[in-house]
């Protein structure tokens, strides 16, 4: 007889991600979808859903999205941007930016806030809790540019450009490149710093949202729970 596999999941919470995932996915008419819920302080994985839309419009399993498909997380990233800020020493959550009316240039790109009108002088917590595009790019233009690698090595000193090496076969390298690379242009710093021109797993980005709940300490994410004979 083989041994047994515990598992870290929670059948009933899986249920549950499940039903709210192919809601939404259904609500949104999206292409596919992925739902992973983490333990803080032990890393387990509690629940992990992935649906795909069939061509009929039904979901159902295809493929494991959360750690077999990378993608440029957007303004989850912003939270890496701040602590590299931070981490160095250039702001504080009291200091303020100028927003301006929620539009910056930079070179032939255009960087916009959601809020019509913008948010005007805010400060840097109000730049985390809105989710300004434009107050997060120009702080890390006024205190990076011309030092994109210092930049980079902090988000790099945080194990974002290493793969969790969980024990599941398939997870996709994240992808965070440096200055001098190939594709590294003028406007790669301001893109970056919003969650743009790099890419991470769902359960990547969630790994490091889970250090921030753990009080800075990072967990690898855990699957099995025990295995057992008999």
């Not at 997870?171 to 790099?198: A, F, H, N």
Request: glycine share 10%; proline share 3%; hydrophobic share 35%.
């Amino acid at each position: 007889d083989g041994m047994d596999v515990i598992t870290t999941l929670d059948v009933t919470l899986q249920y549950v991600a499940e039903k709210a995932l192919r809601y939404q996915l259904g609500k949104h008419e999206a292409e596919h979808g992925t739902v992973i819920l983490m333990e803080v302080e032990t890393g387990d994985i509690k629940a992990i859903a992935n649906l795909r839309r069939n061509e009929n419009g039904t979901y159902s399993e295809a493929y494991n999205y959360a750690i077999g498909e990378s993608a440029e997380p957007g303004s989850t990233f912003k939270l890496a941007t701040l602590i590299a800020l931070m981490e160095d020493g250039y702001v504080t959550f009291d200091d303020t930016v100028n927003t301006g009316r929620g539009k910056v240039m930079y070179y032939d790109k255009e960087i916009t806030d959601s809020r019509e009108g913008g948010f005007g002088r805010i400060s840097v917590k109000e730049v985390f809790e809105y989710s300004s595009n434009v107050g997060i790019t120009e702080l890390v233009t006024k205190h990076y540019r011309g030092k994109e690698r210092q930049f980079v090595d902090r988000l790099y000193q945080m194990n974002l450009n290493q793969p969790l090496g969980i024990p599941i076969k398939g997870e996709v390298d994240p992808y965070i490149k440096y200055p001098g690379d190939r594709l590294w242009s003028g406007i790669s710093l301001q893109m970056m710093s919003i969650g743009y021109e790099v890419r991470l797993t769902p359960l990547q980005m969630l790994t490091f949202y889970n250090a921030i709940a753990n009080n800075g300490r990072m967990v690898k994410p855990k699957f099995i729970h025990s295995i057992r004979k008999h």
